[in-house]
């Protein structure tokens, strides 16, 4: 079992940023790929930017290439996601998720955390 714990989140003006960071309780957490998805309100939850165990790879929904990067610590068991230029559109319930049978879809996670928002105020 993997306990992932978010925090973060926050209220932030447009075009500002915030870093987001899940600490996963396992200690094999270096063997899962790690992603954030984000739920905004009336929406599905989509796929936002995932990380490989190994390699490295990083993998960016379309709409945050450019603004957003994730990173990992295996050492420390941490996966973070620096957003920077936030944009209104950005705002949502942030999830970190750990597993990675498939990198961008929901289903190819096993393990969820409860959630950050941020918020981006224009």
């Known amino acids: 079992q993997v306990q992932l714990v978010e925090s973060g989140g926050g209220l932030v003006q447009a075009v500002g940023s915030l870093r987001l960071s899940c600490a996963a309780s396992?200690?094999?957490?270096?063997?899962?790929?790690m992603a954030w998805f984000r739920q905004a309100p009336g929406k599905e939850r989509e796929f936002v930017s995932a990380?490989?165990?190994?390699?490295?790879?990083?993998y960016y929904q379309d709409s945050v290439k450019g603004r957003f990067t994730i990173s990992r610590d295996n050492a420390k068991n941490t996966v973070s996601l620096q957003m920077n230029n936030l944009k209104p559109e950005d705002t949502a319930v942030y999830y970190c998720?750990?597993?990675?049978?498939?990198?961008?879809?929901?289903?190819?996670?096993?393990?969820w955390g409860q959630g950050t928002q941020v918020t981006v105020a224009s």
């Open positions: 998720a750990a597993g990675g049978r498939t990198l961008t879809t929901i289903r190819g996670y096993d393990y």
């Open positions: 396992t200690r094999t957490f270096s063997r899962y790929a």
């Open positions: 990380i490989t165990w190994r390699a490295g790879e990083t």
